[in-house]
T-cell receptor
Framework: AQSVTQLGSHVSVSEGALVLLRCNYS??????LFWYVQYPNQGLQLLLK??????LVKGINGFEAEFKKSETSFHLTKPSAHMSDAAEYFC???????????FGKGTKLSVKP | DSGVTQTPKHLITATGQRVTLRCSPR?????VYWYQQSLDQGLQFLIQ???????AKGNILERFSAQQFPDLHSELNLSSLELGDSALYFC??????????????FGEGSRLTVL
């Protein structure tokens, strides 16, 4: 069964610093991987997705993620954090024939001025 | 705006009661998914419907049921409510069902508070 692990429930960075949010997946088949962002009192918005094309995926708001099969990882990065990036970020995976997504527990990102 | 509409946005009710949450998917999407988000459990998949038929089941309690109607909107029925059912309930939709490689589009959620 597919599972997703996000390391770190809370990450705090200074404005302008690198953002790195970690995600590892477990699957016996090549997965489809996603990063979503949730702002307070809002639904989930897709940041980016990996569907076995390029291993480096670029998303919205300057975020990108790299799929590393050898490490079963799909970490999310952004070179320079902005105050507006403060939100909760979820990594998700779909494996096999199921249409639903399996989500990690989420990482809450705080950005300090 | 994802195009997925959920009502009501907020709901406060008492233990033992029954509520119905409603979801209208994006135009053209055939699949509807229900998720429960709580602080301790995170985002848990409940159930998926595709073109009116149940397609996949997750951690959905027997007190909960759902259906998808011919116009593709979906309802999630929660009965004999307990304090622990207090959570944010999300609906999501996608074009296809199983084998879909695309993303899910999420509504803004229905926040249920059971007192």
């Amino acid at each position: 069964a597919q599972s997703v692990t996000q390391l770190g429930s809370h990450v705090s960075v200074s404005e302008g610093a690198l953002v790195l949010l970690r995600c590892n997946y477990s699957s016996s088949v090549p997965p489809y991987l996603f990063w979503y962002v949730q702002y307070p009192n809002q639904g989930l918005q897709l940041l980016l997705k990996y569907t076995s094309a390029a291993t480096l995926v670029k998303g919205i708001n300057g975020f990108e993620a790299e799929f590393k099969k050898s490490e079963t990882s799909f970490h999310l990065t952004k070179p320079s954090a902005h105050m507006s990036d403060a939100a909760e970020y979820f990594c998700a995976a779909r494996g096999g024939s199921q249409g639903n997504l399996i989500f990690g527990k989420g990482t809450k990102l705080s950005v300090k001025p | 705006d994802s195009g997925v509409t959920q009502t009501p946005k907020h709901l406060i009710t008492a233990t033992g009661q029954r509520v119905t949450l409603r979801c209208s998917p994006r135009s053209g999407d055939l699949s509807v998914y229900w998720y429960q988000q709580s602080l301790d459990q995170g985002l848990q998949f409940l159930i998926q419907y595709y073109n009116g038929e149940e397609r996949a089941k997750g951690n959905i309690l027997e007190r909960f049921s759902a259906q998808q109607f011919p116009d593709l909107h979906s309802e999630l029925n929660l009965s004999s409510l307990e304090l622990g059912d207090s959570a944010l309930y999300f609906c999501a939709s996608s074009v296809a069902g199983t084998g879909n490689t695309g993303e899910l589009f999420f509504g803004e959620g229905s926040r249920l508070t059971v007192l």
